[in-house]
């Protein structure tokens, strides 16, 4: 087995997120807009996408070559049935120290006790806003706010903690509501994440000014809750943390726009139906599930992930431009945020 690669840049891989399904049970404006993901979508059939037990051979060959962390995520990961059963196959896999999910939060009060007895380690929810109106309008679904915040208590309760809440701020949309959501969960220990709006996929209808900038957004709660800078958990964390002077918990910006962090990023991305990513803002990937359901050993589908990260060179946030904008981007629905 080789060892553990480093890209052109000398970045290692660390990180894999895993989308285990393409499809959603939101249409987030930013995301899947219902005119384009509608109901004659072409979502992946089941026999595309991979089986737990190919992901969790795939995530053992990752691990090998130094992914401490594995993070689930879709679409919706929670449409993918018996996801629990998936947990528990990833918690035994040697050398995966922290196993997390990102979930838009519709169904997971239901599902909570059994992905942390599965052995998930913590989720990230999103949630844009506390208004009913403002959420349904973002997300062009029925789901009510107080359903989202049940399935955080319900994760809180079952101990996948810290809860982190990413909250996507768009200009004209809900950069009002900052300050606001800040207040909801200071002191609760669940920890809010502001996220400034990315130009991912083709479909959004991104615009720079659209996005509101990281510092706008540390203003706005500064100015109600005193900030201060914190440290880094680890190398390569994307969002900056600040914690509240008072001592009653911290937030944390995600400035992929303003303030890039591509120098650090130790992140790859497996599609569901078996391709592996590089970057977010990849234009193509890598059939891994050819590999998987070839004749493949372990050792050969190391060494071709070895191969592809080797070569790695993204780092898309730091070089956006105008002649960035039209580039044929795969959506984040199908690789996962």
């Known amino acids: 087995m080789p060892g553990h690669p480093v890209d052109t840049l000398g970045r290692p891989m660390r990180d894999l997120r895993v989308s285990v399904t393409d499809r959603c049970n939101f249409r987030c404006r930013y995301c899947m807009p219902r005119e384009v993901f509608g109901a004659d979508y072409p979502f992946l059939p089941r026999s595309e996408l991979l089986t737990f037990e190919e992901i969790t051979r795939l995530a053992g060959i990752f691990a090998g070559l130094g992914v401490r ?19 528990a196959m990833l918690a035994a896999v040697p050398g995966i120290e922290d196993l997390t999910m990102t979930t838009n939060g519709a169904l997971l009060a239901r599902h909570a006790a059994a992905l942390a007895a599965a052995g998930l380690h913590r989720v990230t929810v999103s949630l844009d806003s506390l208004d009913d109106a403002t959420f349904s309008a973002g997300n062009d679904s029925p789901v009510p706010v107080a359903q989202v915040l049940e399935g955080i208590e319900a994760a809180a309760a079952a101990g996948l903690t810290p809860v982190k809440i990413n909250v996507v701020v768009r200009r004209g949309v809900n950069e009002g509501e900052v300050a606001a959501l800040a207040g909801r969960f200071k002191g609760s220990g669940h920890i809010v994440r502001y996220i400034e709006y990315m130009d991912v996929g083709h479909s959004n209808g991104w615009r720079l000014e659209h996005v509101v900038p990281a510092a ?45 962090f591509c120098g650090d990023c130790t992140r790859a991305r497996l599609s569901a139906d078996g391709k592996l990513f590089t970057c977010l803002f990849a234009t193509s990937g890598h059939d891994l599930r050819a590999l998987v359901r070839g004749e493949a050993t372990d050792a050969d589908i190391a060494a071709a992930l070895t191969a592809v990260w080797q070569a790695r060179a993204d780092r898309y ?12 981007k795969v959506e984040m629905s199908y690789i996962g945020g």
């Open 216 to 260: 706008e957004v540390l203003a706005a709660v500064n100015a109600e809750m005193p900030l201060e800078a914190l440290p880094a958990n680890y190398p390569g964390e994307v969002a900056r943390r600040f914690r509240y002077r008072d001592g009653s918990g911290e937030i944390g910006v995600v400035a992929s726009v303003t303030r890039p």
């Open 69 to 87: 962390k594995v993070r689930l995520t879709g679409g919706e990961p929670l449409l993918r049935h018996d996801l629990d059963r998936l947990v």
């Open 317 to 328: 946030s730091e070089i956006r431009s105008a002649d960035t904008l039209g580039l044929p």
